[in-house]
C-alpha cells in the first residue's frame, strides 16, 4: 500500500524519492484540471515539490506553487482549486518526507480516491498531454488569507501566549495570529529548519520540556506547541504542564459539539462521561478516518488526543492554527487553562510502542488477537481493542511508522492491564 493513517511518508531519498513523488504527480494530474501545492520545512521538501509539479504539469495540470505553509493554510487555499498537495511527513521526525492530498473542502483524500491513485500509479494508467496542453506553474501567497479567515471568527484576547513552532511550518502563521488577537506572544523554535534542530516535530510532553520552562519562567498563561507542519496543536496550561490531548478534546467538545462527536479508537472514556448527552462516534486512528466519519455523520466537531482537531464548519482538515486561537478564546472568556482542565475527570492511561517492521504486522496482529480475544469483549474496527469491566486495551499497528502501538485505559488496574497487553505483543514478535 502507498497510502498510509495520513497520507504518503516514508525516509526521504530512500522510500520517498524523486520517481515516487513525480508518479504521484502524474496520477492526481490525470484527475485533475487545477491543483495548488505547498511544502513544510524538511530538508526534502523542495525535491518532492519540484518532482510532484513535474508530474502534475506533465499530465495538463496547472499548478499554483504557495511556498512552505503549513498544511492547514494549504488545505485552506484548496477550496479554490481542483485538489491540493502539501509536501510534509507532518510530526514525523526529520529524515521523513511525504506527500497530502487535499480536496476542496478541506478534507484528505478518502480511501476510495487513495484506491484510484494507488491503481494508476501500478498500472501506469496516467496520460501525458501533448507539447501544446503541458501544465503551467503560478506562485501566489495565501497566509494572510487564512489569518484573516481564522482572526474572522476569532474574539479578542490579552493573554501572554508561549508558542513552540518546533522550527516548523506554523513560524509563518500561529504567532501573527495570536499577536493580532491581542495577545503579547513569545516565540520558541520559530525560525523554520528542515532539521528540527530543537525537538523532535512531534509535540507529545517528552517533547516540550522546553516550552514548559519558559511558559513558568515568563508567567505566561499558557503555551502552545506544533508539529512540523502544525496540523497539530498540543498546549501547556500556566503552572506548566502538560494538557493531554483526551482533556483538549473534551474541552473543545463542550463548546463545538452540541449534538455530536468523532473521536478515534484510542480516546479516553472521560470524553463520553463528559460529553453525556452528546453521540460520540468511534473510527480508525487518523485524521482522514475521522474527517470522513464528520462528513458521513454531519457530526459537529471531531478530534484526535494526538492533536489533530477538525472544525467542520470551517474545513475538514485538522487545523492547528485555528485550534490555538480556540484555546486562547477559551482562556480568555472562562478562566485559567489549569483550572478548566483540573475540573475534568482523569483516568490513568498509559501508552507505548514496540518497533515492527512492516512485513511482520499482520502475522504478529493476527497471533495477538488470539490471546487478547480471551481478555474481554473485542472488536476490530482499528488493530484489535479489548473492552474489560474496568477499562480497555487497543493495540494497533501504526500506519506511519513501523511500529505497533498499544494504550490502554482504566479507572483501577491500568499497570496490570498495559503489562498483559504488552506480555502478548512481545510473545507475539518472537
Not at 86 to 96: D, G, K, L
Not at 370 to 376: A, P, Q
Request: aromatic share 6%; hydrophobic share 40%.
Amino acid at each position: 500500500m502507498l497510502f498510509g493513517s495520513s497520507g504518503i511518508r516514508g525516509i526521504a531519498n530512500r522510500e520517498i524519492t524523486p520517481e515516487l513523488a513525480l508518479k504521484v504527480g502524474l496520477a492526481v494530474g490525470s484527475l485533475n484540471t487545477s491543483c495548488v501545492i505547498g511544502r513544510d520545512p524538511r530538508t526534502s521538501g523542495e525535491m518532492i515539490e519540484h518532482a510532484v509539479i513535474s508530474g502534475l504539469l506533465s499530465a495538463g495540470c496547472q499548478v499554483t506553487r504557495v511556498g512552505m505553509v503549513t498544511t492547514p493554510t494549504l488545505a485552506f487555499a484548496a477550496r479554490n482549486y481542483d485538489c491540493g498537495v502539501m509536501v510534509t511527513a507532518s510530526h514525523n521526525p526529520a529524515e521523513y518526507g511525504g506527500m497530502k492530498l487535499w480536496n476542496r473542502d478541506g478534507m484528505a483524500f478518502n480511501t476510495e480516491q487513495q484506491n484510484e491513485i494507488e491503481s494508476i500509479i501500478k498500472n501506469k494508467a496516467w496520460k501525458a498531454a501533448q507539447w501544446n496542453s503541458i501544465g503551467r506553474v503560478s506562485q501566489k501567497c495565501v497566509v494572510e488569507e487564512h489569518i484573516e479567515n481564522i482572526l474572522g471568527k476569532m474574539g479578542s484576547a490579552s493573554l501572554k501566549v508561549v508558542v513552540d513552532c518546533g522550527c516548523g511550518a506554523a513560524s509563518t502563521i500561529t504567532p501573527y495570529v495570536l499577536r493580532r488577537m491581542g495577545c503579547n506572544v513569545i516565540t520558541l523554535n520559530s525560525q523554520p529548519d528542515g532539521f528540527f534542530p530543537a525537538r523532535d516535530p512531534e509535540p507529545v510532553e517528552k517533547n516540550l520540556d522546553m516550552l514548559k520552562k519558559v511558559t513558568v519562567a515568563f508567567e505566561a498563561d499558557l503555551g502552545i506547541a506544533h508539529d512540523g507542519d502544525a496540523d497539530r496543536m498540543m498546549a501547556v496550561d500556566g503552572r506548566g504542564r502538560f494538557v493531554e490531548g483526551d482533556k483538549l478534546l473534551a474541552l473543545f467538545g463542550l463548546r463545538e459539539a452540541k449534538k455530536s462527536i468523532v473521536v478515534p479508537v484510542d480516546t479516553s472514556i472521560m470524553v463520553d462521561d463528559v460529553l453525556k448527552g452528546r453521540k460520540v462516534y468511534r473510527t480508525r486512528v487518523g485524521d482522514v478516518y475521522v474527517a470522513e466519519e464528520l462528513k458521513k455523520r454531519n457530526a459537529d466537531f471531531g478530534g484526535e488526543p494526538s492533536g489533530s482537531w477538525i472544525f467542520p464548519g470551517i474545513s475538514l482538515c485538522p487545523d492547528g492554527i485555528y485550534a490555538a486561537a480556540q484555546l486562547v478564546e477559551i482562556v480568555e472568556k472562562e478562566g485559567k487553562l489549569d483550572a478548566l482542565v483540573d475540573e475534568l475527570p482523569s483516568y490513568p492511561k498509559i501508552q507505548g510502542a514496540l518497533q515492527c517492521s512492516n512485513d511482520k504486522k499482520e502475522n504478529a496482529m493476527r497471533r495477538i488477537g488470539i490471546e487478547l480475544r480471551k481478555m474481554g469483549d473485542m472488536s476490530t474496527i482499528d488493530g484489535i481493542k479489548v473492552d474489560t469491566e474496568n477499562g480497555w486495551i487497543l493495540v494497533r499497528p501504526s500506519g506511519t511508522e513501523p511500529k505497533i502501538r498499544i494504550t490502554a485505559e482504566a479507572r483501577e488496574g491500568v499497570d496490570e492491564l498495559y503489562a498483559r497487553a504488552e506480555k502478548t505483543v512481545k510473545e507475539a514478535l518472537l
